[in-house]
Nanobody, 116 residues
């Protein structure tokens, strides 16, 4: 079955960096676009970034442009989110997502906390 497992979250100071990973299994990873979402306490889950199946096209929410970079390694069935210049408002649980023909699948999430 489809499985998405995020890792790489943690606590960092403002201005710091983290690299999140999402290991995928149970589907043909290289044929699906992938995306990262996040959910802050008391807020709706929101899109962060997306990447096409071959990795040739990426897209970001405006507030993340220039600070976050999404990438993928189809040989490792893994999608990444490099986050730089982190701000306290980036504190959230970060999820990866895949939309298959049948339905959307989510990972369990990884907590990112940005605080001094």
């Amino acid at each position: 079955q489809v499985r998405l497992v995020e890792s790489g979250g943690g606590s960092v100071q403002p201005g710091g960096s983290l690299r999140l990973s999402c290991a995928a299994s149970g589907f043909t990873f290289s044929t699906y676009a992938m995306s990262w979402y996040r959910q802050a306490p008391g807020k709706e889950r929101e899109l962060v970034a997306g990447i096409t199946a071959a990795g040739g096209t990426t897209d970001y929410v405006d507030s993340m442009k220039g600070r976050f970079t999404i990438s993928r390694d189809n040989a490792k069935n893994t999608v990444y989110l490099q986050m730089n210049s982190l701000k306290p408002e980036d504190t959230a649980v970060y999820y990866c997502r895949v939309q298959t023909v049948v339905r959307a699948y989510w990972g369990q999430g990884t907590q990112v906390t940005v605080s001094s």
